[in-house]
């Protein structure tokens, strides 16, 4: 009965492990998907870029924050969201250190 209710709970380490792992995926996968988004829009701003500039405001800062906001923005958030998603992926393995360094090791004769 204990072994039962004991991989149920959330100190249960491959459980831990498991979502650390699909966190890591999940963020290197968004980071990805976020620069090939980054690297399509590039190659359609190089393409079309004389339509593009006539739609830019006149003023030079206008036109800079603008244009940055439209290119990177994108990729921006997909390093916030890996980033975020490794912490997190971090924090799941410190808290099964934290954990697990509290319990004393047998030591078999």
Do not use: C
């Not at 792992?21 to 870029?49: D, E, R, Y």
């Not at 997909?78 to 975020?84: E, P």
């Amino acid at each position: 009965m204990t072994e039962e209710t004991e991989t149920l709970t959330f100190h249960n380490e491959a459980a831990i492990s498991r979502i650390s792992l699909w966190a890591n995926i999940i963020g290197i996968a968004i980071l990805l998907l976020s620069m090939i988004g980054f690297i399509q829009q590039v190659i359609q701003l190089s393409t079309n870029w004389a339509q593009i500039s006539q739609g830019l405001p006149t003023n030079l800062f206008e036109r800079i924050a603008v244009f940055s906001t439209q290119v990177f923005m994108e990729p921006l958030k997909g390093v916030f969201y890996f980033l975020v998603l490794l912490g997190i992926s971090q924090l799941l393995n410190l808290g099964l250190d934290i954990y697990y360094g509290d319990v004393e090791e047998i030591e078999i004769d």
